[in-house]
């Protein structure tokens, strides 16, 4: 017992209980044994901390069993640390139960813990009290035991010995993976994540698995796979990548041949390393001053806001990633301008083809050919200084006025004309053409599915004709032309079937429907009855918003079916007292002339 601290040369355990307090944590946790296969290291920190502004401590010694037993920590001596300079390891032996004053003939660790300077009795600081171990392989409890030398006065001469005893536990080894770290291959222990490009990066790892295998992002064959803990890629990665490690309790699972539903397990960490100087393909490429290239520039997006001069071909995006481009300055392009996505572009002179795949926004731009899946002007396209000696091709516009011409190809919108009037015509169409079969050549509207709208407007749709909409039906002797009913009024019809009950029904219109119904009193829907099986007769005896009532003539009690036919004033909005009404005209059209706002 020589070597403990001074004047603490008494029993391990006192009977005076510790003034500090104390807390563990430990890695892993709980602490797991070693197997026959691996070794468990592991590292037990104790914190110590005071309670109170009047303790006082200048030594602490720690005691651990050592041995192959489940109540002992380690067949090794632990390795004994501290994280602050104002301590000091002063000395480890190795002493038996016996010569701790212990019960107990096993081998027990034994750690000093020295104060440096009388100052710094005062545990105004942090103290942590670390040991590294290596776990023996049997599971159980083993004892932690701490004795401090303290008091409540900072007076050295009065500090008396006083100790605790902790019991922690030793688990069977559980499969972890943790602590995944990158390096550089000359300093082992200082993590980073950011590397030179091309520079070798060092992967470390702890882990109880047996295998291992890492995965580089872009990459479906591992860059590593074996059983060590650590590997080294020696030639790095040119740009920001994230590798990803796989661990396993197994040999090569690629030499498996599973049977009777056998899956194997796997833990997964992930590690993202950045690149100083990386090999840049770019999404966004940004300009404020010139940019010149002597070959192709490819990207995913480009911004323009200066003068551009590429005398090689523009490609941004890809059919799998769209792109942008926007042009505010003044461009020229030698070859050919061709983005995967949309493009606003003004002042830009192409010597080949300017191609968008996407929609287009073009002003004061010359080229020699013209394709893209939507332009949108400001005025007409001659107009809006567009010219072209080949030709302009478009599978969708949008326009603010002018003259349009379409070759609608595709799943594209054709034709999309906006107008804040509500007085003038935003669009009109002619027909001087001659017609062919039963087609009008005015407007023709086709579409792949007769689900999908062939018209749609969210105002008035306007016949100058005397005819209402027309269809085809079909029919077993073929196509039969029919027409909407022509009534002067906005009208709602409904219908369905009831059948009496006792000589009487109630017919629910339904929640939407009856939104859509007028009923007031100096104007109420009309309801038509059929029946459909043998009875006096039929009659309304009452009718409300949502609701009408059916009875037999003659007080008959027959339970008969028959048919119903509502007619409605439609109302001018939702919950509106008041019908609505068609308007009185409509613009008229001379011969030879078109509908009034619609000039040449």
């Given amino acids: ?29 709980p602490l797991q044994t ?43 001596t632990p ?5 602050t300079g104002k ?18 003939e096993g081998n027990y660790a034994v750690f000093s813990f020295q104060c440096r300077e009388a100052s710094d009795y005062d545990l105004d600081y942090n103290l942590v009290l670390g040991l590294e171990v290596m776990v023996n392989q049997l599971p159980g409890n083993f004892e932690y035991l701490i004795r401090e030398k303290s008091g409540t006065t900072n007076n050295p001469n009065q500090f008396t010995p006083k100790s605790n005893s902790f019991v922690l536990m030793k688990s069977p080894p559980q499969f972890y993976l943790q602590n995944f770290i990158t390096t550089a291959a000359e300093s082992p222990t200082v993590p980073v994540t950011s590397f030179a490009n091309g520079s070798s990066i060092r992967f470390a790892w702890e882990s109880s698995g047996t295998f291992f295998q890492l995965f580089q992002s872009g990459r479906t064959e591992p860059v590593y796979s074996g059983t060590a803990t650590t590997c080294t890629l020696q030639n790095g990665v040119h740009t920001d990548t994230t590798f990803v490690l796989v661990a396993s309790v197994t040999a090569n699972p690629g030499q498996d041949s599973p049977a009777g539903g056998y899956e194997p397990i796997y833990l997964y960490d992930a590690i993202t390393v950045t690149i100083n100087n990386p090999d840049l393909t770019p999404n966004t490429l940004k300009a404020a001053g010139n940019i010149a290239s002597g070959g192709q520039i490819h990207g995913n ?23 942008m481009v926007t042009v505010n300055g003044s461009g020229y392009v030698g070859g050919t301008w061709d983005v995967r996505g949309s493009s606003t572009t003004r002042n830009l002179t192409v010597s080949g083809t300017l191609s968008v795949s996407g929609g287009t926004v073009l002003e004061n731009v010359n080229a020699n050919v013209i394709s893209a899946a939507q332009v949108s002007a400001v005025g007409s396209l001659t107009a809006a200084g567009l010219s072209t000696s080949g030709y302009a091709q478009s599978y969708g516009l949008t326009t603010n006025g002018g003259p349009v011409y379409v070759n609608n190809v595709g799943n594209n919108n054709g034709l999309r004309v906006f107008n804040n009037s509500s007085q003038y015509y935003c669009a009109g169409f002619t027909n001087s053409a001659q017609r062919k079969d039963n087609y009008i050549t005015g407007i023709i509207s086709r579409v792949h599915n007769s689900k999908d709208y062939g018209f749609g407007t969210n105002g008035r749709c306007v ?51 009856s939104d859509m119904v007028f009923h007031a009193e100096e ?24 609701c009408f009532t059916v009875e037999e003539l003659g007080q008959g009690r027959s339970s008969a079916e028959f048919d119903w036919f509502l007619i409605s004033r439609k109302p001018e909005g939702l919950g509106s007292g008041i019908m609505e009404a068609l308007p009185e005209e409509l613009p008229q059209m001379a011969d030879g002339t078109e509908p009034e706002g619609i000039t040449s």
């Fill in 1 to 29: 017992m020589d070597n403990l601290n001074n004047s603490m040369d008494q029993p391990f355990l006192v009977g005076e209980a510790c003034l500090l307090t104390y807390r563990f944590s430990t890695n892993p946790a």
């Fill in 34 to 76: 070693s197997t026959v296969q691996s070794t468990a290291a592991a590292v037990i920190n104790l914190g110590v901390f005071r309670e109170n502004s009047s303790i006082y401590c200048s030594a602490i010694d720690i005691a651990v069993p050592i041995g192959a037993a489940s109540t002992d920590l380690s067949e090794k």
């Fill in 79 to 83: 390795s004994p640390s501290v994280n």
């Fill in 87 to 104: 301590w000091t390891v002063n000395s480890t032996v190795i002493v038996t139960g016996r010569e701790l004053g212990l019960d107990d």
């Fill in 301 to 323: 997006s480009l911004v323009v806001d200066s003068t551009s001069v590429l005398t090689g071909a523009v490609t941004v995006g890809d059919p799998n990633h769209p792109a």
């Fill in 463 to 513: 016949s100058l004709s005397s005819s209402a909409l027309q269809t085809h039906l079909p029919t077993r002797h073929g196509y039969k032309v029919v027409t909407s009913p022509l009534s002067p009024y906005a009208e709602v019809h409904l219908n369905g079937t009831g059948r009496l009950e006792n000589g009487k029904a109630v017919i629910w219109i339904g929640e939407q429907e």
């Fill in 523 to 546: 104007a109420t829907y009309r309801v038509l009855l059929t029946p459909t099986e043998g009875c006096n007769g039929l009659f309304v005896s009452s009718k409300a918003q949502d």
